[in-house]
């Protein structure tokens, strides 16, 4: 069974950091490009991040590029997002997210269960 | 980045009725348009890859598809259990962007 178990989140200041990690299982994980997407209370989602599956190839949504940095360990089965200079609009539940491997349509397949980060002073 | 503009916003519609969500993309993007399920507390679920192709375990009742930058889903005789929000994604290039969501909600 394909699981993704976030952590890392939790209440920071603004202008502060964070580091999200999300245990994957029950897949080949160095075979899987991923994701990190987020959702603020009541709003729509935004896909914050993603990365291939050897690591070598990243992208970042506009609004978190330079702030951000997604990376993985294949050989612990765990994605990272490492955030910093957080602000009030990062405020979100964040995602770990795996994209469909049997096709090229880059959509995504599973979920986490989401982990809440909360930017307040 | 590629804009997604879904219409409408909400959408009120009773069990065994047949509905449409629209998804205009700013730009051309194939058939890189994915669709996803959301309820309440929960995380998305993929109905539709590719513009058209249903995903595994989801019923035949939803189906997309696609014209030009114009996308729909079609959920032909809603459920209760289909009363919830709908999203677009395309996928055609990075940052993948979704739409704003559609709000499915009971007559």
């Known amino acids: 069974e394909v699981q993704l178990v976030e952590s890392g989140g939790g209440l920071v200041q603004p202008g502060g950091s964070l580091r999200l990690s999300c245990a994957a299982s029950g897949f080949t994980f160095s075979t899987y490009a991923m994701y990190w997407v987020r959702q603020a209370p009541g709003q729509g989602l935004e896909c914050v991040s993603g990365?291939?599956?050897?690591?070598?190839?990243?992208n970042y949504a506009n609004s978190v590029k330079g702030r951000f940095t997604i990376s993985r360990d294949n050989s612990k089965n765990t994605l990272y997002l490492q955030m910093v200079s957080l602000r009030a609009e990062d405020m979100a539940v964040y995602y770990c997210?795996?994209?469909?491997?049997?096709?090229?349509?880059?959509?995504?397949?599973?979920w986490g269960q989401g982990i809440l980060v909360t930017v307040s002073s | 980045d590629i804009q997604m503009t879904q219409s409408p916003s909400s959408l009120s519609a009773s069990v065994g009725d047949r509905v449409t969500i629209t998804c205009r993309a700013s730009?051309?993007?194939?058939?890189?348009l994915n669709w996803y399920q959301q309820k309440p507390g929960k995380a998305p679920k993929l109905l539709i890859y590719?513009?058209?192709s249903l995903q595994s375990g989801v019923p035949s009742r939803f189906s997309g598809s696609a014209s030009g930058t114009d996308f729909t889903l079609t959920i032909s005789g809603l459920q209760p259990e289909d009363f919830a929000t709908y999203y677009c994604q395309q996928t055609y290039t990075t940052p993948r962007t979704f739409g704003q969501g559609t709000k499915l909600e009971i007559k």
């Open positions: 730009q051309s993007i194939s058939s890189y």
């Open positions: 990365i291939s599956s050897n690591g070598g190839s990243t």
């Open positions: 590719n513009a058209s």
């Open positions: 997210a795996r994209e469909l491997g049997y096709s090229s349509s880059h959509a995504v397949d599973y």
